[in-house]
């Protein structure tokens, strides 16, 4: 395996940071989980847009410019021949001393991982999650923000722990006030009269790359789309629900804190979506050898 890692491609065994990054000390840093599929990177451009925007919110100026960034996504992958991955971009602030303060540290650690995937199995996406709602609150906006992908992600794993404990892949967040926000790593998405709601992000919500994918996707098939405030009620009496996100893609959620959602099968405008979802993965994005590129342009290899 060769890591990108502060400007040059390693082996995996040299690719180690300093016990002084404040990335490791304070989870100072951003991050990103990519996928590329046949031979593309999926979103890239959002992806990238992303991490400069969290960098942005943390004050962290990242060194090099985006197309730059780009171009080590791609080279990464290049580097393991993967035409199919699971991506890890990060910026840490940097190495510094054993202070909090981020003017110690002179210059962002910027490392890239392109590794094999590991997939929700295809069970899941045929039956739905079981997921639960777990007592761990979301970040508050004005404390640590959830739309920052930053790599303190303690609040996430606090609730992860509670999924883990409960037995069940994903759990459900509400924010401080009880609202729905999303769950420990995807979107949630609900499904009520044949229309899609999504809750807005500044209710505590990253903003899912897959998210905004799977909103487009519906607007262009003429399902309506809103941003909306709502609660596990309105979760617990949806006709559908799924949840989004890079690693998940799109999943049915047919059980939530014990009550079916719907029939307690996936729905089909959620089984429409997923298939639409998946076409979209098979266009979208930067190709990764472009010599490969078959002549219909999805990498089919043809
Ligand atoms: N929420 C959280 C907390 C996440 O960590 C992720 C995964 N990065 C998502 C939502 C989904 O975002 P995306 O679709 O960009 O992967």
Known sequence: M?????GEFVPKERAVVSVFDH???????VFEGIRAYRNRVFKLDDHIDRLYDSAKSLAMEIPIAKAEMKEVVLETCRRNGLRDAYIRLVVTRGVGDLGLDPRKCPRPTIFCVAASIQLY???FYEKGLDVI?????RNLAVACNPRVKSLNYLNNIYARIEANLAGVPEAIILNADGYVAEATGDNIFIIKKGVLSTPPTYIGALEGVTRNAVMELAAQRGIPVVEKVFTLHDVYIADECFLTGTAAEVIP?????GRLIGDGRPGEMTRELIAAFRELTKVDGPVIFPEELSSCGCGCGK
Request: net charge negative; no cysteine.
């Open 2 to 6: 060769i890591i990108y890692l502060d």
């Open 253 to 257: 959620t047919v059980k939530v804190d």
């Open 121 to 123: 199995p295809e069970e």
């Open 133 to 137: 709602t777990v007592s761990t609150r």
């Open 23 to 29: 990335g490791l000390l304070y989870g100072d840093g």
